[in-house]
């Protein structure tokens, strides 16, 4: 069985220094906060290329804590897209805000920056921009239309640990960047995890009180906050994947080459790679109008393919809005995620594309 993502494998390949590191914590006696969170904070604000990293208990959370940070709440508008992950349009909404979703573009299916103008009110705060499948969205528009409009910009880069907008790490280039360590991510811990980075002191330093009941000082809340704190046991597991990050990316982007190279040709719509920017393939993302039948052909021979998302999040019961965004409802009905994990092997991505082209015939 071929699956779409396998994170039993990443422990397989660095068991002896996951086990190591995991030993150090459960030796230690400190759990909560302590040297792993630090130092991993320190090393994975180095690797972006910020200031600060602050490390928090999931990437919802991180979007959650970076827009109250930046004062954002209730009676504002925040503009995201729709074609995301739920858990983008659920931390805008934990705030209190209300979270005001814009179309994609039909060829990167990030943020369409020729749609934020329109959705932007008097009181629009911020944009929730979404790096999805591994590749940034278009940064320079968006952020030109913040800088005329005075708005602030959260980068979602839940799907692109390590990925490239020009010469910057995607996360560094908005007000504040926000992470998950979820463990199928690029970078995953064992568990739930989360960072928000920033290059802002003031900022930084409100997450940080945030996180943990708004205290800079140990049981006095400043502001109230919440309860959302990366641990010990993750952040030393962190500290040994990142130090991989790039080679497991490296790998990702060999498979990538892979599908491309044999799959163009097909019926399928291949995925497009930004100019000047780079893709660490989170997911390999097809489109192909009979989607479902190639699905279950690949199911019948043993491959999982998944879809990244069957529902855009505006016609989602809790969040339906009468909305009609077209590109995003289009390409729902036509999207694939096909295997994509650093370990998977050769002869597995080849089974893969033999399918498909047998598929296609
Ligand atoms: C685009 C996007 N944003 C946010 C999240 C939320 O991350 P988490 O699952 O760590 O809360 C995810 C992952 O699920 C995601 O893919």
Sequence with gaps: MILCS??????????????????RVLKSGWFILGKEVKSFEDEFAKYIGVNFAKGVGSGTDAIMLALKALRIGTGDEVITVSHTAVATVAAIEMTGAKAVMADIDEEFYTLDPAKIEAAITERT?????VHLYGQSADLDAVMQIAKKYKLRVVEDCAQAHGAMYKNKRVGSIGDVGCFSFYPTKNLG?????GMV?????ELAERVEMLRQYGWKQRYISEFAGVNSRLDELQAAILRVKISHLDADNAKRMRIAEMYDKQLCGTDLILPK????????????????????ELMQYMKDREIMAAIHYPLPVHLQPAYKNGQKL?????????ILSLPMYPELGDAEAQKTIDVIKEFCK
Excluded: W
């Design 6 to 23: 396998n994170p039993a494998f990443q422990y397989q390949s660095y068991e002896k220094e996951i086990d190591d590191a995991v030993k």
């Design 189 to 193: 811990a064992l568990g739930d995890g």
């Design 273 to 292: 790679k930004r100019k000047d920017c780079s893709h660490v393939y989170h997911l390999y993302v097809v489109r192909m109008k009979k989607r479902d």
């Design 125 to 129: 705060k911020a944009i929730v921009v």
């Design 326 to 334: 077209e590109v995003t409802e289009k390409i729902a009905k036509e």
């Design 197 to 201: 980075v920033a290059n802002d002191a």
